[in-house]
């Protein structure tokens, strides 16, 4: 069973970037998709993209497509997910998730979230 | 980007109560609709995936259907542990977008 650990809360400035990193404990997403996702305070969830490790290749939401950077290593099995021109408005709980395309896609395994703050 | 919605946006309900939330989509998605359920300060838990199957594990009072582009999640019997906010997933068309949730709190 897949088990996914994300790296620690983030303290920003504005037009700074953010880094945050998932790994997978069993050291493989197997053939998960991994995803990124984000929750800001008291607000519901956004999809800000996703990798499928075993392909390498990425799938924005518009809204991030230039500024967002996802990738995955599936020999070590960690996965990245890089955001520039942080703002205010980037504060939220980033979360990475296993995708399985046998579930119609669904996110049937979730990272314990990444907390970033973004203050000046 | 295909638009999920949710009604109620909350609901009052006892234990042992029957409740039902709707999600609908503004465009076709087939049954690529998963539902999660979430905690305060926790991470969503998945449900239901593909509409209506229900994810390993979870108590088969939770059910999920779907009518054409309205999908359903259903919870029989209400538990005390089933407080909390839900919602639905589409996986249809990227963007993959949620609906913004309904809140099941205790009457």
């Known amino acids: 069973q897949v088990h996914l650990v994300q790296s620690g809360a983030e303290m920003k400035k504005p037009g700074s970037s953010l880094k945050v990193t998932c790994r997978s404990s069993?050291?493989?997403?197997?053939?998960?998709?991994i995803a990124w996702l984000r929750q800001a305070p008291g607000q519901g969830l956004e999809w800000m993209g996703r990798?499928?490790?075993?392909?390498?290749?990425?799938n924005y939401a518009q809204k991030f497509q230039d500024r967002v950077k996802i990738t995955a290593d599936k020999s070590t099995g960690t996965a990245d997910m890089e955001l520039n021109s942080l703002g205010s408005e980037d504060t939220a709980i980033y979360y990475c998730?296993?995708?399985?395309?046998?579930?119609?896609?669904?996110?049937?395994?979730w990272g314990q979230g990444t907390l970033v703050t973004v203050s000046s | 980007d295909i638009q999920m919605t949710q009604s109620p946006s909350s609901v009052s309900a006892s234990v042992g109560d029957k409740v039902t939330i709707t999600c609908r989509a503004n465009?076709?998605?087939?049954?690529?609709l998963a539902w999660y359920q979430q905690k305060p300060g926790k991470t969503p838990k998945l449900l239901i995936h593909?509409?209506?199957t229900l994810q390993s594990g979870v108590p088969s009072r939770f059910s999920g259907s779907r009518s054409g582009t309205v999908f359903t999640l259903t919870i029989n019997n209400l538990q005390p542990e089933d407080f909390a906010t839900y919602f639905c997933?589409?996986?249809?068309?990227?963007?993959?977008?949620f609906g913004p949730g309904t809140k099941v709190d205790t009457k």
């Open positions: 998730a296993c995708e399985d395309l046998q579930k119609g896609g669904a996110f049937e395994i």
């Open positions: 069993g050291g493989t997403f197997g053939n998960y998709g």
């Open positions: 990798v499928i490790p075993i392909l390498g290749i990425p």
């Open positions: 465009q076709g998605i087939s049954s690529w």
């Open positions: 593909d509409a209506t």
């Open positions: 997933q589409q996986s249809n068309t990227f963007p993959v977008t």
